[in-house]
């Protein structure tokens, strides 16, 4: 999957609907985020920007959230400022803490969009069906062993039979995929990790009803994007 840069490559054009194939997007908050400031945001991310303790995990989250609404605004041909943000019900308990969405009063809303981001890096991506993303910066291999006893006994066997030293990578792509399908469906992480497969190698196993793609994501990181074909 091609990836765009948010601050590099012109902003896109409207969205075009039924256009196939999501749209994924990096920013790299270090190089390019002082450019997209917290005067876009709403009440609800100002005040979650401003409970952070860490004024770089702040300025992260300011830079990861105005980026979002420069895009979605130029795919909706709105102000960033002027796009309403919502989240739709869980499939799991029907709460109001289920996919992040357009919100659009009675209406379909007319893209799909999802957001991650870890360290210096922010991943957007954007679909006509429900989408989801993941980054994650590669953990120390003592991190990657103790997370991996989550995951599904066939990832966990997969692992297992790797030298030491491809581990921490190994574990990172499946981590990426799993997180970036879960938080397509909307249960996120209230479905155990354990549950679905996704696989530990070079390809992903997508599961029934969706289509897994990583994404490069330079140096020291995975990414995946999940995309919706039930």
């Known amino acids: 999957m091609r990836l765009r840069v948010l601050g590099r490559d012109p902003l896109p054009g409207p969205w075009p609907a039924g256009g196939g194939s999501p749209h994924a997007w990096l920013l790299h908050i270090a190089a390019d985020g002082a450019r997209y400031r917290d005067d876009v945001l709403d009440a609800r991310e100002l005040a979650r920007a401003a409970a952070f303790v860490r004024p770089l995990h702040r ?57 991650s981001h870890a360290g210096d890096l922010a991943l957007f991506a954007f679909a ?59 249960r996120g992480l209230s479905e155990n990790p354990s549950v679905t497969y996704v696989g530990t190698g070079p390809r992903p196993a997508s599961p029934p009803g969706w289509t897994l793609c990583d994404t490069d994501a330079g140096p020291g990181y995975a990414a995946a994007v999940a995309l919706s074909t039930g």
């Open 59 to 115: 300025e992260r989250f300011v830079a990861a959230h105005a980026g979002l609404r420069h895009l979605l605004g130029a795919y909706l041909g709105l102000d960033p400022a002027a796009v309403g943000l919502t989240r739709q019900p869980c499939p799991g308990c029907g709460g109001p803490h289920g996919r992040p969405a357009v919100a659009v009063a009675g209406e379909v809303p007319p893209l799909h969009f999802n957001l």
């Open 128 to 186: 006509d069906a429900p989408v989801g993303a993941d980054v994650e910066e590669v953990q120390p291999p003592s991190v990657a062993a103790e997370v991996a006893r989550v995951l599904h006994p066939a990832e966990i066997a997969e692992l297992d039979a790797l030298p030491g030293a491809e581990r921490p990578v190994a574990f990172a792509r499946c981590w990426t995929r799993k997180e970036a399908y879960l938080k397509g469906t909307g």
